[in-house]
């Protein structure tokens, strides 16, 4: 008998898919069943050789061999995936195996995943996806009951197939360029350069900005706080003036001269895609773009509770109206019941402007799933994102937010003075969901709304008390990931170009949701920036990387262009083999403009200790989660932790604890108070309930597990070690 061989992107889906399909048989590397063999990858287990593939001689990094530009482009099995390739091209070659599906992510780089292995197994079967949104039951149901021709998503794999490439040809070339040209450990790509540029640029916009003192006058009266208004606007910077003002006005009485009322009608925002899903988490509680996506993925995969997650549409398709009563339903015993039950007394259905098939390429935008969260075990980090996709979708329903506003102005001595009041006439999708425009940042200094009186035009204003309110202007915010991934998604104010501004809102900006969050970690894993607070700073090693880089890579325009086009061929409409030819002139123009530069790159935090693995000296760099020594040779690429920042807490100050490494110890230690204490006393003490937090520490230990670039963690070992002796105590 026949059987299906059914490749997923990861071990959890390969599960789900195998308990639906009857799959039982567990082996190493895959589920069979009487019908079905279901496989997986591990993301990707192929990739594109590294150049020393093609030849021995580019293992040294050498100037005058670049550009690297193979004819034919190798793949080989990454580092760590040939156990798991095997089992999965094991599977594929099977004699009794006539058919695939792929079951990789529903999007680009998913369909590269599995048609690189495909490939590399060398199978030749009749291939066929299943394309799904979410990983439900009923989502897998209705995907296997419509499984297409794979060849229908040729274009689409043409389309990852050449992004891969053209990142491979432009990022190695560039990167090989400056490391060996600069002697310093360098890199670039179309996605992170123009996205340090933009870092770079605000800071040298704030370093620039004087800032400077002016005032603004207020009168208080009848419960009412009214603000001057001059010709200009209500900003005062002549101290002189505003001396004569006050002078003028104190002991004046005033009128009402002027009320106006109206009700405006504020829609709910739309639902979340990713970028605007890590933009909120980020502004609310500081959570970082990667982290985002991590709870947002489990949440996906593990508790089945959201549709696909990696998607940059914020609209619906039409068939998705059927599904909303269900989606509901499932909330209902949730905390949000309440308000299903109140959507479920009116009609419950989302209006029309929701729904845009022309706006959604691959995914729709984040819903629930049907499945009722009381069920799943989250952790808190994934119950906060589960509740913003919720409260945004619920929202939706509640309708338009309608709000009276009422505008005031009064005269006072001759001079003009206004005030505002803002009534909330109907809550409803505020009654669940907060506005986006609250999270963001302003410098705004008009009339804030208040609560105001019973005024009508002529009432009198007597018994006024005025004030000067000194103030500063400000310099632009720096930005924080949040901010930083809404310049990506619209670059539009860092190019002055009309039709490249039309460009990048087309093309959707930099990078792509699914990508934004890894350029920004990758930004940090570079030593390009670090953080204050939320804030990101771009490094002096960052500032220089964008003086030596040729411009075209510094423009947002570059990667918009190329998404452009990446989008164009994945709809047949634009041919890969032009576009990789391209590339190849673009890479070797890049080269060439390194080798010409005569600018110097200058080590500023070069240490006086060796490198132990090749005598160059160390750079110290602050890393995300602490101070790191690292060695300046990529090809030696040696790094050591010389401190981690922890979630303890000083015993004494309060203040934030510190790991650091001296004469093979490890101790904890306080930079504001000077508290040292034993890694293993602290430890003792701290299994003890004493006074430091283990929640706190539990939570950086986990995340630190999870950082590639800090390497082996002893602390995470002997911390999980303690809490299970704790526990089996």
């Not at 906060?384 to 509640?398: Q, W």
């Not at 709000?403 to 005031?408: F, G, K, M, N």
């Not at 890894?518 to 220089?544: H, W």
């Amino acid at each position: 008998m026949s059987k299906t061989v059914i490749l997923a992107e990861k071990p959890s889906v390969g599960r789900d898919l195998a308990r639906h399909l009857g799959a039982r048989d567990r082996h190493d590397g895959y589920i069979e069943g009487p019908n079905y063999i279901v496989t997986w990858a591990l993301g990707h287990l192929v990739g594109l050789a590294d150049p020393e593939k093609y030849d021995d001689s580019y293992s040294k990094w050498r100037l005058n061999a670049l550009p690297i530009m193979p004819k034919q482009m190798k793949t080989v099995i990454l580092p760590g995936a040939r156990k798991q390739f095997s089992a999965v091209k094991k599977q594929l070659l099977r004699k009794d195996v006539d058919r695939i599906i792929i079951a990789t992510d529903a999007g680009r780089e998913g369909e590269l995943v599995a048609r690189w292995i495909i490939d590399k197994a060398g199978a030749k079967k009749p291939t066929y996806r299943l394309w799904i949104s979410a990983q439900t039951d009923k989502a897998i149901r209705d995907g296997m009951a419509h499984l297409q021709p794979s060849a229908k998503f040729d274009p689409l794999a043409a389309s990852a197939l050449a992004r891969a490439e053209a990142d491979w040809l432009v990022g190695l070339n560039i990167t090989r360029a400056l490391t060996t040209r600069f002697n310093a450990q360098l890199s670039a790509g179309r996605v992170q350069t123009p996205t340090l540029a933009m870092i770079v640029a605000r800071e040298d916009a704030i370093a620039r900005f004087k800032s400077k003192p002016y005032s603004v006058i207020t009168a208080e009266g009848q419960g009412v706080r009214w603000e001057w208004q001059g010709k200009d606007g209500n900003r005062l910077f002549n101290a002189d003036k505003t001396a004569q003002l006050l002078n003028k006005l104190r002991g004046q009485d005033g009128r009402v001269t002027d009320l106006k009322q109206k009700t405006r009608r504020i829609n709910p925002p739309l639902l979340y895609d990713l970028t605007t899903l890590q933009r909120d988490a980020n502004a609310r509680v500081g959570m970082s773009a990667k982290d985002t996506l991590r709870h947002l993925q489990r949440l996906y995969e593990v508790h089945k509770l959201v549709t696909y997650p990696r998607t940059d549409s914020r609209y619906l398709t039409d068939d998705l109206a059927a599904t909303m009563p269900d989606r509901l339903a499932a909330l209902k015993s949730s905390a949000y019941g309440d308000t299903v039950r109140r959507i479920n007394q009116g009609q419950a259905k989302l209006p029309a402007a929701f729904y845009n098939p022309a706006k959604v390429s691959d995914h729709h935008a984040l819903l629930p799933t049907e499945i009722r969260p009381g069920s799943a075990q989250l952790n808190h980090d994934e119950q906060f994102i589960y509740s913003l996709i919720v409260e945004r979708f619920l929202g939706a329903f509640l309708g338009p937010a309608e709000v009276r506003d009422t505008s005031l102005e009064a005269d006072i001595a001759s001079e003009r003075f206004t005030a505002r009041g803002e009534v909330t006439v109907k809550a409803g999708w505020r009654s669940v969901a907060q506005d986006e425009s609250a999270l963001e940042e302003t410098d705004d200094d008009t009339d804030t709304a208040q609560t105001l009186p019973d005024l009508q035009v002529g009432s009198p204003l007597k018994n006024l008390s005025f004030k000067n309110n000194e103030r500063r202007t400000r310099a632009p915010h720096r930005f924080s990931e949040g901010t930083l991934l809404a310049a990506m998604e619209n670059p539009q104010a860092f190019v002055d170009d009309a039709r490249a501004n039309k460009i990048l809102k087309e093309s959707g900006g930099i990078g792509t949701p699914a990508t934004r969050a890894d350029i920004i970690e990758k930004l940090f894993r570079n030593f390009y920036i670090t953080k204050d607070g939320k804030s990101l700073v771009p490094t002096a090693k960052g500032r220089q990387v964008i003086d030596l880089v040729p411009e075209p890579l510094r423009s947002p325009l570059l990667t918009a262009q190329w998404e452009e086009r990446l989008a164009a061929i994945a709809q047949g409409q634009d041919d890969a083999a032009a576009f990789d030819a391209d590339m190849r002139r673009f890479a070797g123009d890049l080269v060439q403009a390194v080798k010409n530069s005569d600018a110097i790159f200058k080590h500023d935090n070069e240490t006086n200790l060796p490198c132990p693995h090749c005598g160059k000296l160390l750079l110290a760099v602050d890393g995300k989660r602490g101070k790191m020594r690292v060695c300046p040779d990529p090809t030696c690429g040696y790094r050591e932790t010389v401190s981690q920042t922890t979630g303890a807490r000083c015993p004494q100050c309060r203040h934030q604890l510190v790991i650091i490494h001296k004469d093979d110890k490890k101790l904890y230690a306080c930079n504001h108070c000077g508290f040292r204490e034993p890694f293993d006393r602290f430890n003792d003490k701290h299994k003890g309930g004493k006074k430091s937090s283990r929640r706190d520490v539990a939570a950086y230990q986990k995340k630190q597990a999870k950082e590639k670039d800090i390497g082996a963690n002893a602390f995470a070992d002997a911390w999980a070690a303690a809490l299970k002796n704790k526990k089996d105590q």
